[in-house]
Structures are given as C-alpha cells and as structure tokens.
C-alpha cells in the first residue's frame, strides 16, 4: 500500500540493467489485476534492444524520455473470444497501475505513456515491433533504477467526496432550505433509479473478479 503514496513519474534512469527476476515479478503483478468477467487480455512484450527503444521513444511528442531507459513494457490485449470486449482497455488500465506500483515497491522507478485511444499509434508500435494483427497496443512503461527522486504530490482533494446518504424516513428525502432543492434531488434520485435499472438489464454478466 505505501507505494500508492510513494509512487512518481521517473522519466530518468540510471545506466544499469534491470534483473529479469524484477521484470518478471512486475508482470506478475499486473496478470494479478482484475478484469471484467475475469477476461485477462492482455499479452506484455518486454524490450530490452537499444534500437527498438529509441524507436519507440519517438512514437508520440510525449515518449521522448523512453530513449534512456533500459526496459520498455508494452502492454496490449487481444479482442477475439472475450466476453466482454468494450472494457478490455478498462483492463488493461488497472493492470498497467499493479504494474507501477509493484515497480516502485521492487526499488525501480517508471513512467506509463499512453498509446490507446490513438488508433495511429497503437498500429505503428505493433508493426515497429512485428506485433500479430490481432493484438492491440495499449501503452508504453518505460522503467529502470530511478536517477531523480522527488516527493510524491498530494492530490488529496476532501471537496471532491461525496456522502449520498440514505432518507431520513421510507419515502421522505432529506430536509432542504428551499423546494427548488428538494425537487432537483427528486429528480436526480428518479433518474439515477432508471440508469440504475436499465443498467442492470444490460450489464448483469460484468463484473470484475
């Protein structure tokens, strides 16, 4: 857990190799992360060749830091035979955070680059790399042994949550200074209820395991 307070950019590494047991370990902890209906789609190519590694530091404006980093993680997924396909890239998300978290608790330090949604990009890594068709790029995790260290900002915003309590009584909302209030919340209530109910019609099998 400390890592989650601990865990920073590192766009900076120091010139030494990275150990395959770390790497291993790293990807282990991203095949840990749950998927919707446990689909576990995605396949990760570890790049280690110098070449390969500045090529891809120059696949978007943003991955020019990958050059100096002696391991690059890419992560895609597969979409043929999964259950539910429209959340694979959801997937892969919490998959990619396990990955940064078990690479700052393992001493190491990393920076995720977004490939997915851009369709251009996404095509591009996979045939730099001679990635099959049917694989779909996701992101770019550049690591190493960090040679910058900094505090971890505090993003803590208490404002941002927010309770939704239960009624007073069966039936009757909460107080408000005004009946304007009270008939927005009526109605918000209503409309949450209906995406509520037509949510569950449409999406009873989804859930992550």
């Known amino acids: 857990m400390n890592s989650i307070f601990h865990r920073i950019s590192v766009r900076k590494y120091e010139d030494k190799p990275v150990e395959k047991e770390k790497i291993m370990q790293i990807l282990k902890a ?14 990760f190519y570890v790049v280690t060749d110098k070449k390969k590694i500045e090529a891809l530091s120059k696949m978007t404006p943003y991955t020019g830091c990958a050059a100096k980093a002696p391991v690059v993680l890419v992560s895609a997924y ?39 949604p851009n369709e251009e990009n996404m095509e591009k890594v996979r045939v730099l790399l001679g990635l099959p068709e049917e694989v779909h790029v996701f992101a770019l995790f550049a690591l190493g042994y960090p040679a910058e260290h900094r505090e971890q ?57």
């Open 30 to 43: 991203g095949m840990q992360a749950p998927s919707a209906c446990n689909q576990q789609p995605w396949e």
């Open 78 to 116: 597969r979409l043929e035979g999964l259950v539910a396909p429209a959340f694979a890239q959801i997937d892969m998300s919490i998959a990619q955070e396990n990955i940064w978290l078990e690479t700052d608790a393992l001493g190491l330090g990393g920076v995720w680059f977004g490939i997915a």
């Open 153 to 209: 900002q505090d993003r803590f915003k208490p404002e941002r949550i927010h309770f939704i309590d239960e009624y007073k009584e069966a039936g009757r909302p909460p107080d408000f200074p005004c009946r304007c209030q009270q008939r927005l919340f009526i109605l918000g209530v209503r409309a949450a209820d209906e995406r509520g109910a037509a949510g569950s019609a449409g999406h009873s099998r989804l859930h992550r395991r």
